[in-house]
């Protein structure tokens, strides 16, 4: 009797063994096509411009082109790019590709341009003065401390005749490329998210469009000076990691950032601090 017990229970665990092995088979089998199904493409994004636009592509485009899209702000120029090299997000968007070069050489990422999507001109503000030329001498003013930026931000007062540069540098300028600088500016490099707030201590500052705007400035009347649209290389795009620029969702998304309601959106809602690339 204890023989025939043992065996049934024996027979029994090897019964809900192979029950419980084809249910997990099963399962797993199963799990890609769900998680091919709820996909989600999160792209990081600044605040404004880019997490607005890609919202109003999330809330009028992509349900439609059968993109499943979720926004992930950033308030800074680093985070975005890390992220995305590390596979926690899957795309970005609130950089040119001059800062993204810039980015991949010293960081050592393999970040890719994808799509080009606006222009945010720069803008030189001020709380203290309303026309450039009645800017003091000795007179301070904020700059972004990044690479690029910088150089692009030396480059705009340079073209409105407040200093002169190194023949040939243009934006690759930095602080020791100034040749000329009739009003003994000081210069004083801050991370791009403080230069507005920094327009309560200096006297002017070279503030970037998506944070000007942030800030309720209004570059197109209340810019000092702004850079000019044509010829400009620092178009803000769509980026991935290297070798994903042909995904799916990443292609869908690329189409529906040049669309003309996009265009539109962009246009009615920026008055100009924002231009559409084409």
Known sequence: MKIRALAGVAALSLLLAACGTSQSATGSAAQPAAESADTVLKVGASPVPHGEILTFVKDNLAKQAGL????????????PNVQLSEGQIGANFFQHKPYLDDFNKSKGTKLSFVTPVHLEPLGLYSKKITNVSALASGATVAVPNDATNLGRALKLLADNGLITLKEGVGTAATERDVTGNPKNLTFKPLEAPLLPRSLEDVDAAVINGN????????????ALVLEKTEGNPYVNGLVVQAGHEKDAGVVTLGKLLQDQKVKDFIKSKYAGAVIPAE
């Open 68 to 79: 499943n899209l979720e926004v992930v702000e950033f308030t800074d120029y680093v985070q």
């Open 211 to 222: 944070y000007a705007i942030e800030a309720g400035l209004k570059p197109a009347s209340q």
